[in-house]
């Protein structure tokens, strides 16, 4: 996925409602699949540490060499999915997500 200026996308930020920020779109993708992909489906979910972990070798190279700049993508999408209600946190500390339960 080459990445385009030109390819931008709006995201959310649960902490700042009606808000939104225009980022790039590939970076947004990659992370927002990787990061859907290592949530699990029910409380209590995994911790923010532990997401950043394990969504690291799920980054596609050409995007993230070394894992750059993805603990900012990733928080970006956390708060992006939460304003969606696609993911929730879970009531513990530290902070665990989980995907949304949907009725």
Same mark, same amino acid.
């Given at each position: 996925m080459?990445?385009?200026?030109?390819?931008?996308?709006?995201?959310?930020?649960?902490?700042?409602?009606?808000?939104?920020?225009?980022?790039? &779109?590939?970076?947004?993708? !990659?992370?927002?699949? !990787?990061?859907?992909?290592?949530?699990?489906? !029910?409380?209590?979910?995994?911790? /923010?540490?532990?997401?950043?972990?394990?969504?690291?070798?799920? /980054?596609?190279? &050409?995007?993230?060499p070394?894992?750059?700049?993805?603990?900012w993508? !990733?928080?970006?999408?956390? /708060?992006?999915?939460?304003?969606?209600?696609i993911?929730?946190?879970?009531? &513990?500390?530290?902070?665990?997500?989980?995907?949304?339960?949907?009725a």
């Amino acid at each position: 996925m080459p990445r385009n200026s030109t390819n931008r996308i709006e995201v959310e930020n649960v902490n700042h409602p009606g808000t939104v920020r225009n980022v790039d &779109a590939n970076m947004y993708r !990659a992370m927002r699949q !990787a990061y859907l992909t290592v949530l699990p489906d !029910a409380p209590p979910g995994i911790t /923010l540490a532990e997401i950043r972990k394990r969504v690291l070798t799920r /980054l596609p190279e &050409a995007l993230f060499p070394n894992g750059a700049k993805a603990g900012w993508w !990733a928080k970006t999408v956390q /708060l992006d999915l939460e304003a969606k209600g696609i993911i929730t946190r879970s009531n &513990a500390s530290p902070i665990r997500m989980h995907k949304a339960i949907l009725a």
